[in-house]
T-cell receptor, first 109, second 110 residues
Framework: RKEVEQDPGPFNVPEGATVAFNCTYS??????FFWYRQDCRKEPKLLMS???SGNEDGRFTAQLNRASQYISLLIRDSKLSDSATYLC??????????FGIGTKLQVIP | EAQVTQNPRYLITVTGKKLTVTCSQN?????MSWYRQDPGLGLRQIYY???????DKGDVPEGYKVSRKEKRNFPLILESPSPNQTSLYFC?????????FGDGTRLSIL
């Protein structure tokens, strides 16, 4: 089983839709969780950290389910500019982290 | 402007010819790391460093070396490059996690 698993997609959603991605991880001792965004052929950009209690940043909500070992990212009111690949990142600490292969999102007009 | 600078951005070279990819950050970050990104495999960590003179192996360190003599610089060295090291490489820095990434270096080893 891979350390971090994501559905590669693509997820094609209409503008304004709500979309959610899940990411499962295998190491129950993991302590650090992040979501990154990567545009085609560009560098990854940190979108948000994921905290145990869940956290929100504008239209984006991240949640952690330790019992089932997954994190999720919810995007409300999707914009065309949200089209990108979303990378799930998990690690036992902050330094040595593992990236998922990413979930591709395409928001359609 | 806060940034992570990698050089070169593109390089085509031949097997066995030593090369160095430089990485420099201007944010006084303690943490720096190197990744390679390959289709279907995502980003894989090569090496990371928590501070000057402190480096640790990531998931795929074979065939690579790094050094951290100064806080701002973290070069990636390929002593004897091979075709399986053809990839897109990213350097990252952060307070204690990969927060800022460089633009990437596309290496082709023939």
């Amino acid at each position: 089983r891979k350390e971090v698993e994501q559905d590669p997609g693509p997820f094609n959603v209409p503008e304004g839709a709500t979309v959610a991605f899940n990411c499962t991880y295998s190491n129950s001792a993991s302590q650090s969780f992040f979501w990154y965004r990567q545009d085609c052929r560009k560098e990854p950009k940190l979108l948000m950290s994921v905290y145990s209690s869940g956290n929100e940043d504008g239209r984006f909500t991240a949640q952690l389910n330790r019992a089932s070992q997954y994190i999720s990212l919810l995007i409300r009111d999707s914009k065309l500019s949200d089209s990108a690949t979303y990378l799930c990142v998990v690690g036992p600490g902050y330094q040595k982290v593992t990236f998922g292969i990413g979930t591709k999102l395409q928001v359609i007009p | 402007e806060a940034q992570v600078t990698q050089n070169p951005r593109y390089l085509i070279t031949v097997t066995g010819k030593k090369l160095t990819v430089t990485c420099s950050q201007n944010m006084n970050h303690e943490y720096m790391s190197w990744y390679r990104q390959d289709p279907g495999l995502g980003l894989r960590q090569i090496y990371y460093s928590m501070n000057v003179e402190v480096t640790d192996k990531g998931d795929v360190p074979e065939g690579y070396k790094v050094s951290r003599k100064e806080k701002r610089n973290f070069p990636l060295i390929l002593e004897s490059p091979s075709p399986n090291q053809t990839s897109l490489y990213f350097c990252a820095s952060g307070g204690n996690q990969p927060q800022h990434f460089g633009d990437g270096t596309r290496l082709s080893i023939l």
